[in-house]
């Protein structure tokens, strides 16, 4: 979720824990029973795709910024929602969990500053 500090200030906590629900709420929705997601930070979420072949996961994070992006809280009578950007990343061989980790970070980096991330634990092509 990008610029969640602003929204906080602009809409009070309440306003932000409502609109990280909701994500948290579609990202789960979204995904097999298999795959996790989980609060990264404040203002990021990490799904861990159990098994997803990595020619498949640049239509899965497509599908996921989708219904992010048209997620929002209705608030002070508007409708209240924040940029969201997904990054990814695949194991490699020789690779760390560190490794994946700063990858998916420079990922995100790349996406915009991005809020919701997805790895592929298996590196399953």
């Known amino acids: 979720m990008e610029g969640l500090d ?3 200030a602009s809409f009070g906590s309440d306003a932000a824990s409502s609109l990280s629900r909701v994500l948290a709420h579609t990202l789960k929705g979204a995904l097999w029973q298999t795959d996790f997601v989980g609060r990264w930070s404040d203002d990021q979420f990490l799904v861990i795709l159990n098994g997803c072949r990595e020619d498949a996961l640049r ?3 497509d599908r996921l910024r989708s219904m992010l992006s048209n997620d929002a809280v209705e608030w002070w009578g508007e409708r209240r929602s924040l940029p969201v950007s997904v990054g990814q990343a695949t194991p490699q061989p020789g690779d760390t969990s560190a490794l ?5 970070q420079n990922s995100l980096e790349t996406a915009g500053s991005a ?3 997805t790895a592929n634990p298996s590196g399953s092509k």
């Open 6 to 8: 602003h929204f906080r």
């Open 59 to 61: 239509s899965v994070c």
């Open 100 to 104: 994946l980790l700063q990858r998916l």
């Open 115 to 117: 809020r919701a991330a």
